[in-house]
């Protein structure tokens, strides 16, 4: 697998840290789905991998948020997210986001229909 610096920028995310000048991809994710998320994919959308996963050893439990963080001279805007569910290992992915114009993605899962949903602010 290649790792590429965006993995080692958004895995240094997830530490907690809050930088002053943070690059325009920067954004909060917030998992309302009902369920634990064990792995979290961001890759720029014209990647065929999906790096590394950027809540490492970590989950994001129903209810939480987590910052990720890119670094300051990222320039690409358009990427991809993709969740993995704890509970069964199903994923749900949303393509080519501009994360230059999103600052946070709020994550539902619409048990009625059996599908994760996304909003962007």
Known sequence: MHITAMSAIV????????????????FTLINKTGYELSEVYVSP???NDWQEDVLGRDTLGDGERTNIHFS????????????VYT???SSAVWSNIDLCSVSKITIRYDKNN????ASFE
Not at 11 to 24: N, Q, R
Not at 72 to 83: A, E, F, G, I
Not at 114 to 117: H, I, L, P, W, Y
């Open 72 to 83: 300051r001279n990222t320039s690409t805007c358009r990427w991809d997210l993709k969740v």
């Open 114 to 117: 059996d599908v994760t949903r």
């Open 87 to 89: 509970v069964d290992s």
């Open 11 to 26: 895995l240094a995310s997830l530490a907690g840290v809050a930088h002053a000048e943070g690059a325009k991809q920067d």
């Open 45 to 47: 959308s014209k990647s």
